[in-house]
């Protein structure tokens, strides 16, 4: 099939738009549409650190790609890679590799942390004996200790690599659970709170089919490793029925993604919403205590 614009070989055929593209030509639209995401996201007026939250897996690897693409020979701009080391034996090892391979090819700073030296435990633990599915934990961690290290290396953004796909599936969680306070949380984020980096998500209206062609196309090295714990993640179920809808009529992800967009500004965001500090470690929260002590206090009692 030829491409709709030229009559080079097509190598992505958009079924939400019916267009066949080629390498240039698809290139060209993936790299547009995260050039105006960034545009809209993220406002320049003084020298700024970005922060690019890595997993070494396709979307947060081609997140730091397309960030330092963009800003990365600007003088105004530093860069700095955060990966969160989990320490499950049979996955983090090979993103890790992953992740230090790409920063040092592009040259930027890389930072580890592992959850074990600051939780005092691994998501091999807790997949042993928590109440809840090991992502549950994991992602509260994970947050935790991205944004510590936005604070503590005075970032004024942290970029993260969820994609189209990513954003639908936890709309429509959060709909599902009735939360929409957590839901007037999700990024991006064009204000700022004392304690929270503000998030961007230069991927959001990508899909992750999209993102994974980018990535091969462009060289980007990435890991193919999956978690083994995520098929007990429910985010699965709902993948699986957005996925349905989106084969059935394609461009329903965007249609929700635009919908959300327009009543965002309705809800209440986590730079507007009342926020206390964790009266064990100091950390914004609306509660008494935040959600990734509450985990921690919780795991004490069983390991």
């Known amino acids: 099939m030829q491409c709709s614009l030229c009559n080079s070989e097509s190598v992505a055929f958009l079924k939400y738009n019916g267009s066949h593209l080629c390498e240039k030509h698809f290139t060209k639209f993936f790299q547009k549409r995260v050039n105006l995401e960034f545009r809209n996201e993220l406002k320049i007026r003084n020298p700024i650190r970005i922060g690019v939250a890595l997993s070494g897996g396709k979307d947060s690897s081609v997140a730091l790609f397309e960030t330092h693409r963009i800003f990365g020979k600007r003088p105004d701009v530093d860069i700095v890679a955060v990966t969160i ?8 090892p090979e993103t890790i590799k992953a992740a230090q391979s790409l920063t040092r090819k592009l040259g930027v700073e890389h930072r580890i942390l592992k959850i074990e030296d600051n939780f005092h435990t691994t998501m091999d633990i807790v997949s042993e004996g928590g109440k809840l599915a090991p992502c549950s934990y994991c992602g509260v961690f994970r947050r ?21 796909d990513d954003t639908v599936q936890s709309m429509m969680m959060n709909i599902a659970r009735g939360d929409i306070t957590r839901m007037g949380r999700m990024g991006p984020h064009n ?3 004392e304690g929270l980096v503000p998030r961007l998500q230069p991927l959001r209206k990508i899909s992750e089919k999209e993102v994974m062609l980018y990535a091969i196309l462009q060289g980007i090295e990435f890991s193919h490793a999956v978690c083994p714990y995520a098929d007990r993640a429910i985010r699965n179920e709902f ?5 349905k809808w989106e084969e059935r009529s394609p461009g329903t992800k965007y249609s929700i993604l635009n919908s959300f967009d327009k009543i965002k500004a309705l809800m209440p965001s986590e730079q507007e919403e009342k926020m206390g500090k964790c009266k064990i470690c100091g950390s914004p929260t609306p509660g008494d205590i935040c959600k990734s002590c509450s985990f ?8």
């Open 85 to 92: 080391d989990e320490s499950i034996k049979s996955y983090r």
């Open 239 to 243: 993948r699986e029925s957005i996925d």
């Open 191 to 193: 204000t700022t709170k």
């Open 144 to 164: 935790k200790l991205i944004n510590s290290a936005g604070i503590d290396d005075d970032l004024d953004y942290m970029v993260t690599g969820l994609n189209l």
């Open 296 to 303: 921690e206090q919780e795991l004490k009692t069983w390991t």
